[in-house]
């Protein structure tokens, strides 16, 4: 699958790839990743996003195979790190299932796996969610427009390419991913993160994936919500960039709750 990737950093640094959430396309971590220079960085576009919407329908185990692709054809060492937030944090943690060869290191923000037993039903009614007008005002409109991109194009591009029966199709592969099989033999180190003021429920859901990986660990971030990687990209760079390098991570990270 030929995604669009914006790359950046030398050719032969360590490479990260970077997997954007499940609202906007890989633009988003402009902020991140011109903070990371020292870093090769692949931003790709994930199908049905961006300038990658040709290559939909999105569906969670197409994406991470198309990272996979990536990671071999564009990463000299077949190996790369892999940084992850909401819907590409799902993607990433499909990729360390599927095919755990390809990741060194793996940061991932605010990943939902539906732990409920009427998975189809959670799919249908986020199916029927998204496709309201209420949805869009309130986590698409109102969010993005007053807080990040008021006045940026691609966020409008993506605003436009997904909507109605496109953003239904997203929401349902999301509300519907569960835990992968084979995660337990993926032994990246795995630092999964979740805002302070994020949900309880993914507070719970970072501590069973860390747990469901040999070398996963879970930590809060404090003072911030679901869009801190967006919100805050300098320290989510810090973070980024601690944990690749197994060094100290930042004094906002702190120990999930108990």
Same mark, same amino acid.
């Given at each position: 699958?030929?995604?669009?990737?914006?790359?950046?950093? /030398?050719?032969?640094? /360590?490479?990260?790839?970077?997997?954007?959430?499940?609202?906007?396309?890989?633009?988003?971590?402009?902020?991140?990743?011109?903070? @990371?220079?020292?870093?090769?960085?692949?931003?790709?576009?994930?199908?049905?996003?961006?300038?990658?919407?040709?290559?939909?329908?999105?569906?969670?185990?197409?994406?991470?195979?198309?990272?996979?692709?990536?990671?071999?054809?564009?990463?000299?060492?077949?190996?790369?790190?892999?940084?992850?937030?909401?819907?590409?944090?799902?993607?990433?943690?499909?990729?360390?299932?599927?095919?755990?060869?390809?990741?060194?290191?793996?940061?991932?923000?605010?990943?939902?796996?539906?732990?409920?037993?009427?998975?189809?039903?959670?799919?249908?009614?986020?199916?029927?969610?998204?496709?309201?007008?209420?949805?869009?005002?309130?986590?698409?409109?109102?969010?993005?427009?007053?807080?990040?991109?008021?006045?940026?194009?691609?966020?409008?591009?993506?605003?436009?390419?997904?909507?109605?029966?496109? +953003?239904?199709?997203?929401?349902?592969?999301?509300?519907?991913?569960? @835990?992968?099989?084979?995660?337990?033999?993926?032994?990246?180190?795995?630092?999964? @993160?979740?805002?302070?003021?994020?949900?309880?429920?993914?507070?719970?859901?970072?501590?069973?994936?860390?747990?469901?990986? /040999?070398?996963?660990?879970?930590?809060?971030?404090?003072?911030?919500?679901?869009?801190? /990687?967006?919100?805050?990209?300098?320290?989510?760079?810090?973070?980024?960039?601690?944990?690749?390098?197994?060094?100290? +991570?930042?004094?906002?990270?702190?120990?999930?709750?108990?």
């Amino acid at each position: 699958m030929d995604l669009f990737v914006r790359e950046s950093g /030398p050719a032969d640094a /360590p490479t990260i790839v970077f997997l954007h959430g499940g609202l906007l396309s890989g633009w988003t971590w402009d902020p991140v990743v011109e903070r @990371l220079p020292h870093y090769h960085c692949l931003v790709p576009d994930l199908p049905q996003y961006g300038k990658s919407f040709q290559q939909g329908p999105f569906e969670m185990g197409r994406a991470a195979a198309a990272i996979g692709e990536l990671i071999r054809t564009r990463v000299g060492t077949g190996r790369a790190h892999v940084v992850g937030y909401s819907l590409g944090a799902q993607v990433a943690v499909q990729l360390l299932a599927t095919e755990p060869g390809l990741v060194d290191r793996a940061v991932l923000g605010s990943t939902f796996v539906n732990t409920l037993p009427a998975v189809q039903l959670t799919r249908r009614l986020a199916g029927l969610l998204a496709r309201t007008a209420w949805f869009r005002w309130a986590v698409i409109d109102r969010f993005w427009d007053e807080r990040h991109a008021a006045q940026n194009d691609d966020y409008h591009d993506d605003s436009r390419l997904n909507s109605g029966a496109q +953003l239904a199709h997203i929401s349902v592969a999301s509300a519907g991913f569960t @835990l992968p099989e084979r995660l337990d033999k993926s032994y990246a180190p795995t630092l999964f @993160l979740t805002g302070d003021e994020e949900l309880r429920l993914i507070h719970r859901l970072a501590a069973v994936l860390a747990k469901s990986m /040999p070398n996963g660990v879970d930590k809060v971030v404090v003072g911030m919500g679901h869009d801190w /990687p967006l919100a805050n990209p300098d320290l989510f760079s810090r973070t980024v960039d601690a944990w690749l390098s197994g060094t100290d +991570l930042p004094a906002e990270i702190g120990l999930p709750a108990s």
